[in-house]
């Protein structure tokens, strides 16, 4: 926490080195130590920080190996919201695999055929993320968010434009909130991945005219995968906005440090994202921007960092 809300070193190498010995010491104490009690809860609390450093070191973590997916709760269930970082545990690889495409790119027939491979992955993964939603819905009492007009200022409001997110969201508890938005966090991340692919498809078929046999899907012409990746970037701004719209209701005075590092990660995602991404997001990008300085201003140094 002190190398959080400090950051003396003004890096973020302590605060890594520190994740990286938790993570450390969790794999070697192994899962069947991690079943229940304290234990149990500092497991769940770092899994989600274990993904995250994962994508950021762009490896696939130990947390997803079968036996830290259902040992550690031997004694209890899995609730929705571990059941949806078992979900995001499949997004490293997705990345791992996307690596290897880029080694295969002076040969185009594997290039197309690995590239359909990680195609049908994020196919099967974004089923499993709408199946997780639907099962929520089903078991929620009343609905998990509802708009609100927003009451956020910004420096990327104009009397011209208006605002960027005019709608707000609120959720029936705090937890509900969490649990939505890292919903939304590992959609933009599967969708901006998944686009991708499509965008390296559509450029191995316009230069070489190369075509597998392997499948339907697999002899889509290039207005079919133009299609598809429209239908990738529209899904990842819906997403994004979703993220954007939950900044308020986490960054309220009532909520304050525990709220701001909540949604911390999904904005640090996002402004990636806006950066790298094909198109304009230079407003949406201004406006993360800006949240970010605040969540710093709030006494969260480590942000400046990152």
Not at 100 to 105: G, R
Not at 124 to 145: E, F, H, Q, T, V
Not at 164 to 172: I, K, S, Y
Not at 239 to 247: D, G, H, L, M
């Amino acid at each position: 926490m002190y190398e959080f809300t400090e950051c003396p070193g003004r890096t973020t190498d302590a605060y890594m080195r520190h994740i990286n010995g938790l993570m450390e010491i969790i794999r070697v104490r192994g899962p069947e130590v991690h079943t229940e009690g304290l234990a149990h809860g500092i497991f769940q609390v770092l899994r989600a920080h274990g993904i995250f450093h994962g994508l950021h070191r762009r490896r696939v973590t130990f947390l997803s190996q079968p036996e830290w997916l259902s040992v550690p709760w031997g004694s209890s269930f899995k609730d929705p919201h571990d059941l949806l970082v078992d979900i995001f545990l499949e997004i490293p690889s997705v990345v791992h695999s996307i690596d290897i495409l880029k080694s295969k790119m002076d040969n185009p027939s594997e290039e197309t055929e690995h590239g359909w491979d990680i195609v049908a992955n994020c196919l099967r993964i974004d089923a499993s993320l709408k199946n997780w939603l639907s099962d929520y819905s089903a078991a929620s009492a009343g609905p998990l968010y509802w708009p609100e007009l927003s009451t956020i200022a910004s420096e990327t409001d104009s009397e011209r434009t208006g605002k960027l997110f005019p709608v707000a969201f609120n959720f029936p508890s705090f937890g509900v909130g969490e649990t939505m938005v890292l919903y939304w966090t590992v959609c933009v991340l599967l969708h901006s991945y998944h686009a991708l692919v499509y965008r390296k498809l559509l450029a191995v078929q316009e230069k070489s005219c190369y075509q597998t046999g392997a499948g339907d899907d697999r002899n889509s012409s290039s207005n079919d995968i133009i299609r598809q990746l429209e239908c990738q970037q529209d899904s990842l701004e819906t997403s994004a906005r979703c993220i954007c719209q939950s900044v308020h209701y986490f960054c309220g005075d009532a909520r304050r440090n525990i709220g701001s590092s909540t949604i911390l990660p999904s904005l640090v995602v996002l402004r990636a994202i806006f950066l790298h991404a094909p198109g304009d997001w230079s407003r949406a990008e201004a406006w993360v921007g800006e949240k970010l300085s605040q969540i710093q201003g709030m006494g969260n140094d480590y942000v400046a960092f990152i």
